[in-house]
Each structure stands twice: as C-alpha cells, then as structure tokens.
RNA sequence: UCCGGAGUAGCUCAGCGGUAGAGCGGGUGGCUGUUAACCACUAGGUCGGGGGUUCGAAUCCCUCCUCCGGAGCCA
C-alpha cells in the first residue's frame, strides 16, 4: 500500500477542506465512466462523494485502478476538494492518486437497484453499509445516548441487571430456556424486578440492555430480542412516572433533531411531524377509551385487551403519544399496585406512540404491601419461593415506587418512521431469523 | 397455533396447458461531465421439493418445505 501524502479526512468533515488535498480511505459505492474520464463514488463510513479521475490527472494507470475496483472494493483516494453544486453533498474529489486496497471477491450482492426485504435480510452484515441503514444506526445511536444523557443529568443511576434468569417476572409470556450447569435457566425479558432492587439500594435507576421473549409473533412490532431501559423510583407514585417518561420522550425527540436532521433527510422522514411531541401528552384512561373504541365501531367490552387496530384508533385522535392508564388488574401483571379507589384497576399506564406505531412505553406503580403482593404470585400460579428476594423488597423498608419500559426498537421505529421494528437493530431476531 | 399471500436467471419480476422471457447486476467493447449514466454485444435456469392428471405441465390437482403479512401475546 503507497502511502498517502495528504492528510486523512472523514468525509462528514469534507465541508472544511475545500480547495485543499485530502486522503479519503473508504469503498467504492458505484462508478460510472465515459471515455478516458471516471467518476468514482466512494463511501467511507461517513459519507459518500463522487471523485473525478481525468487521464489528465492520473494517466492510463490512474484509470486502469479505476477500472479493476468492483463495487464495496476498498480504496485509499487521493485528490483535491472541489466544491460542486450539482454533487449530492455539495463536494467533488479530483482524483490525483488511486490506490486499490481490496479488490472484491466477487460480486456484490447488494446492486444499488430494488432488492426484496428477504433478501435484504440473508445479507444483513452487508445490507447495513447502505446509506439508508447507515442513517438510521446513527439515529438509533442518537436516541441511546439521548436517553442516558437524560437519566445521567437527573441523578439516575445506571444499574445492569441479569440476562440469565430462574424465574419468569411476569408469568405470561414465554421464555427462552437455557442449560445453566444441568438447571434451566430463562432468558431474562424484564429487568424490572432487579430493577426494583436497585431503586431500593440507589434511590432511582435505569436498566438498559437486551431482553428476550420467545413469543412467536410474526408483526412488525415485535422481535424476540430487543433491547428495553427500565427506570425505577423509590418513593415514586404512577403519574410521577409518567411525568418522567413525558420528559424523557420530549428530551429525545428534541435531541435527534438537534443534532440527525441530516440522517432524518436521507431516510425521508419529516421532521414537522417530531416537532409536534410535545409537553403535555394526552391522557386517557382505559373505562372512558373502551367507550371511545365503541363509539368508533369497534367490538370491544370492557375487560377486554386494547389490541393493535383499537391501539391505533386512539392514538390516531392525536398528533402526539397518548397515555393509555388505569386498566383492569387482571390485564397486567402481578406485581401491578392497585387503585385504592377501586381495586378492580390496576396503577399502570402504557404510552402509544403515534402513527399507529403502537405501544412503546408501559409502566405504572408497584404493589408495595408484602401480604398482597404473595397473595398476588400466588393468583397468577407463580412459585414464591422464587420470589423470596423481591418480597425482601417489601420487607426492609417498604416504600411506594414506580418505573416504566421503554422498547427502543420500537421508539427508534416511530422516530425514523419505518414500519417494520427489524430495520431498527443491526441484527434482528425473529421468528424465523437467527442468521446473520 | 390460526387466517391470507408468495416461491421462475445473482436481484426485481412477467409468462398461467404447446420452443424459458425482460429490466437491473456480471463480462467484453465504445464514449472526457456522468448522476440508480448511456449505446452495442455476451454469458447465465433441476421454473422451491416430491407425487399425480395430460400426447405435452413453470402453468391444472394433491402434498411437503421455506419466506412474507396479519391475528393472538407483548415493549
């Protein structure tokens, strides 16, 4: 490899070397040529930029580099920047050396014409070097950081449960089995209840990780390995955690765009429709929503599970997430406070994001009191046994508290505005895909 | 698990009882300003597997497999 004598630049820094020499080490996204001239467009994580290689610059060897490089062949380019207003980016490279680094096996698989969502997927590991992916990883990159600067500013502490489980948290949904040493062991798909833990022992907290559900839903909300961020409060009551995910979500949405406007454009997203999640969300509670959901003609009684149709007909009433709360107990799960004022209903709330993206947030109040919280394992058909340490929680110090989950996938989904949750992770777990 | 839909060239698809097709991608050649460049030529197929009907099946029937969308369940 010959090396470079001009200075390496990423190109998202490209605007600030105009008329200067730079070295750009990347790959070539797509070439075109006429004659005895090329044009050469070349990504390099960051950006992309059309280079220009004349004989006159680079001469029949220049060329003939050109020419054996195959699309995502990695190159080392070398030229001087050109500001261009008919370039996309606004920037042209005038070649003056070309350097092949990698000259491709064989045939990309991944032509920049049409391809299926079944193909797209066997070639995840090379469908992500695409801009449009490329975007959205950074948006979804964004929105993490988003929400760790939130949590990290108001005095919340990160706190890291378990993946490896004994024991289901909520009773219903079904668990990945794993071989601990002869013991089953469970894939963990909340970390809710070590959450409580630490609420406890630091005050508030927020887990973030991968959690794992192995419900077979074939939608395009659900993936059955997502990652979830999981706050708790001590001394913390159902609104006030509504209230903190209201701020969290406006804190995101403000963050990605302030600073992915650029990444919003590529992937075609308009940003009006985020400038409207705003302070305050709407709130509904679950008795007045049924009657909503029958005036709008759905078959519904209450009692009943808001599916995704009624999910979607509430939420297209507003321009901004709307907080879903007070549902009947026997929906939701054991460790679910109930309303004093009526025991039938359940301190929970859930967040449906707009657009019919569905649910993103649920949360609510825990049950705080140690007799009806083993009554309540109890009438789910859990074993207390394996409870014992989360009932401590209700034996040394008891307090009220409240936390929620947030389902990135799905909020990077509804921020990016992409139907399908698979695009959102770089490796998707499905059903039906374990592979890449 | 249930209900729909789809499997034909590397990719996206057309063909739906009578010789296997197109566009893109690949290869070769041409062109000094192309923008998913263009022009010419070219290679490339067990029509998802198995069974059946028929003189003849990619096409009709049965069966299995795989994938996609939705329901249930959930974030």
Not at 27 to 43: E, H, P, Q, T
Not at 148 to 177: K, Q, V, Y
Not at 192 to 208: D, N, P, S, V
Not at 217 to 243: C, G, N, Q
């Amino acid at each position: 490899m010959v090396t470079p004598t001009a200075p390496h630049v990423y190109l998202q820094d490209i605007a600030g070397w105009d008329g200067k020499d730079v070295t750009l080490k990347g790959w070539l996204y797509n070439k075109r040529s006429s004659g005895k001239i090329r044009f050469v467009i070349v990504r390099d994580g960051t950006g992309l930029i059309q280079c220009v290689g004349s004989i006159n610059d680079i001469g029949d060897e220049g060329l003939a580099a050109v020419d054996s490089l195959t699309q995502e062949s990695s190159v080392i380019v070398e030229g001087t920047v050109k500001a261009e207003p008919r370039a996309p980016g606004g920037f042209e490279l005038v070649l003056k050396k070309v350097v092949p680094v990698h000259v491709a096996l064989g045939e990309f698989p991944i032509s920049p014409k049409e391809h299926g969502t079944a193909f797209l997927m066997d070639n995840r590991h090379l469908w992500l070097r695409s801009k449009r992916q490329v975007a959205i990883m950074r948006i979804r990159h964004s929105i993490v950081k988003a929400i760790r600067d939130f949590f990290d500013e108001r005095g919340f502490t990160l706190f890291d449960p378990p993946i490896f489980t004994n024991a289901a948290c909520e009773g219903t949904s079904t668990l990945f089995e794993t071989d601990y040493f002869g013991e089953p062991a469970y894939l963990s798909q909340s970390g809710q209840l070590y959450g409580e833990c630490g609420a406890m022992a630091l005050g508030k907290i927020y887990t973030f990780g991968p959690t794992f559900r192995a419900e077979k839903s074939k939608t395009r909300r659900h993936l059955t390995e997502f990652w979830m961020i999981e706050p708790e409060v001590a001394y913390a009551e159902m609104w006030d955690a509504a209230a903190l995910a209201e701020d969290m979500i406006c804190f995101v949405v403000r963050r990605v765009l302030d600073t992915r406007r650029e990444e919003l454009t590529a992937i075609e997203r308009d940003p009006a429709i985020l400038e409207k999640i705003q302070k305050p969300f709407p709130r509904i509670c679950y008795t007045d929503a049924i009657e909503v959901l029958k005036k709008s003609g759905h078959e519904i009684n209450w009692g009943d599970d808001i599916g995704g149709d009624e999910e979607t007909t509430i939420s297209n009433q507003y321009d901004r997430p709307v907080f879903l709360h007070h549902f009947p107990a026997d929906l939701k799960a054991f460790y679910m406070k109930r309303d004093p004022n009526d025991p039938k209903l359940a301190l929970g709330f859930d967040l449906l994001a707009p657009e019919g993206k569905g649910e993103v947030i649920g949360g609510g109040q825990r049950e705080d009191d140690y007799d009806t919280l083993v009554a309540r394992i109890q009438e789910h058909g859990l074993k207390v046994e394996d409870f014992e340490w989360f009932l401590d929680l209700r034996k040394y110090g008891t307090v009220p508290h409240a936390g929620f989950g947030l389902g990135l996938e799905r909020t990077v989904a509804w921020l990016c505005g992409l139907p399908h949750v698979r695009e959102t992770i770089p490796f998707p777990r499905m059903i039906s895909r374990l592979k890449p």
